[in-house]
């Protein structure tokens, strides 16, 4: 095995964390030693939890091993204090002589920070290992960090006909299969966002029901005013946020909110107002659009229609297809 295979572990690794390390980043950390053996593994469990670094070494059997090995992290170190110790200072204390990283993190406290603490005490640092893969498994915390914004995902289902449902009516679109798929994607992100409509017409609880994770956090743009208080949003006990978009443009609300909050990703699930709402504004990094092509509605609401959008993927769900964009 050689620096890539070993940085593609780390990835499996962070993988794990997927559900419950935002806002935090998605991260794990390989130590081999110098016979190329793989001598200890670890991951970011969790927010607020240990870091993958320290659970790495704290698996190694034989701590002396440290000395001679190799630690393999996908995101710089850390070298600042937040819930956790740096793990720049772990490191150095347990003299690992070289550590290889997948990428600078573009966190203002790190930024490169970490990496030249290493070197400064003559560590053999190497970056850029499998760069793209590790950009791509934290992409959401990349985007907060870099552009102040949220990683905002569309998702939407509509009929063969190109309906998003019917008018001023609950619309059974999805699969089980999928219905069960998009909890999971629910269960990856920090928040959910739908209009205020969409709130009346569907009545949805936007939780994880069919799937172990985290329920996201709700967002509703209007006014709680506006709404019947029997709906499951105002009565289930999970928490709801209401947000009316003043500046429909430029979306400052929904930018502040998240940096107060510290939301790094937001799953938009509807309705097409809003939905299109976020396109026309260029305010999306990914869309996943799910159709039923067994399924045909006749007459309806119009499903969104994308602009400047390039077809990343395509998946089976069923009797759906599954088409992601990218931006």
């Given at each position: 095995?050689?620096?890539?295979?070993y940085m593609?572990?780390?990835?499996?690794?962070?993988?794990k964390?997927?559900?419950?390390?935002?806002?935090?980043?998605?991260?794990?950390?390989?130590?081999?030693?110098?016979?190329?053996?793989?001598?200890?593994?670890?991951?970011?469990?969790?927010?607020?939890?240990?870091?993958?670094?320290?659970?790495?070494?704290?698996?190694v059997?034989?701590?002396?091993?440290?000395?001679?090995?190799?630690?393999?992290?996908?995101?710089?170190?850390?070298?600042?204090?937040?819930?956790?110790?740096?793990c720049?200072?772990?490191?150095?204390?347990?003299?690992?002589p070289?550590?290889?990283?997948?990428?600078?993190d573009?966190?203002?406290?790190?930024?490169?920070?970490?990496?030249?603490?290493?070197?400064?005490?003559?560590?053999?640092?190497?970056?850029?290992?499998?760069?793209k893969?590790?950009?791509?498994?934290?992409?959401?915390?990349?985007?907060?960090?870099?552009?102040?914004?949220?990683?905002?995902?569309?998702?939407?289902?509509?009929?063969?006909?190109?309906?998003?449902?019917?008018l001023?009516?609950?619309?059974?679109?999805?699969?089980?299969q999928?219905?069960?798929?998009?909890?999971q994607?629910?269960?990856?992100?920090?928040?959910?966002?739908?209009?205020k409509?969409?709130?009346?017409?569907d009545?949805?609880?936007?939780?994880?029901?069919?799937?172990?994770?985290?329920?996201p956090?709700?967002?509703?743009?209007?006014?709680?005013?506006?709404?019947?208080?029997?709906?499951?949003?105002?009565?289930?006990g999970?928490?709801?946020?209401?947000?009316?978009?003043?500046?429909?443009?430029?979306?400052?609300?929904?930018?502040?909110?998240c940096?107060?909050?510290?939301?790094?990703s937001?799953?938009?699930?509807?309705?097409?107002?809003?939905?299109?709402?976020?396109?026309?504004?260029?305010?999306?990094?990914?869309?996943?659009?799910?159709?039923?092509?067994k399924?045909?509605?006749?007459?309806?609401?119009?499903?969104?229609?994308?602009?400047?959008?390039?077809?990343?993927?395509?998946?089976?769900?069923?009797?759906?297809?599954?088409?992601?964009?990218?931006?």
């Open positions: 095995m050689n620096d890539a295979d593609l572990r780390c990835l499996e690794l962070a993988e964390g997927k559900f419950y390390t935002a806002p935090n980043p998605r991260v794990g950390c390989v130590i081999v030693s110098q016979n190329k053996q793989i001598i200890g593994e670890g991951y970011h469990e969790r927010f607020g939890g240990a870091h993958a670094e320290v659970n790495a070494m704290q698996s059997r034989n701590t002396d091993d440290l000395q001679n090995s190799t630690l393999y992290v996908n995101l710089e170190p850390c070298s600042h204090h937040g819930k956790t110790p740096p720049t200072s772990l490191i150095i204390e347990k003299y690992i070289r550590v290889v990283i997948g990428m600078k573009p966190h203002k406290k790190v930024m490169g920070d970490g990496i030249q603490r290493l070197m400064d005490v003559g560590i053999d640092v190497k970056v850029g290992v499998e760069e893969a590790c950009r791509e498994i934290n992409k959401r915390f990349i985007c907060f960090h870099e552009t102040g914004r949220p990683y905002v995902i569309l998702k939407w289902a509509e009929s063969n006909d190109g309906l998003i449902g019917k001023n009516e609950r619309t059974a679109i999805t699969s089980e999928t219905n069960k798929l998009i909890h994607w629910r269960a990856e992100e920090q928040a959910i966002l739908i209009g409509n969409t709130a009346v017409i009545n949805p609880s936007l939780t994880v029901r069919y799937v172990e994770g985290r329920n956090l709700r967002i509703v743009l209007g006014t709680e005013a506006s709404l019947p208080k029997s709906l499951n949003l105002l009565t289930d999970n928490p709801t946020y209401f947000l009316p978009l003043h500046n429909d443009s430029g979306f400052d609300e929904l930018t502040t909110f940096q107060t909050h510290q939301i790094i937001i799953l938009v699930e509807g309705g097409a107002f809003t939905l299109q709402k976020f396109i026309d504004a260029g305010w999306w990094h990914e869309a996943r659009v799910i159709r039923n092509h399924l045909s509605l006749e007459n309806g609401v119009q499903a969104p229609v994308l602009s400047d959008a390039i077809l990343n993927d395509v998946i089976q769900s069923g009797d759906d297809i599954i088409r992601i964009y990218r931006l």
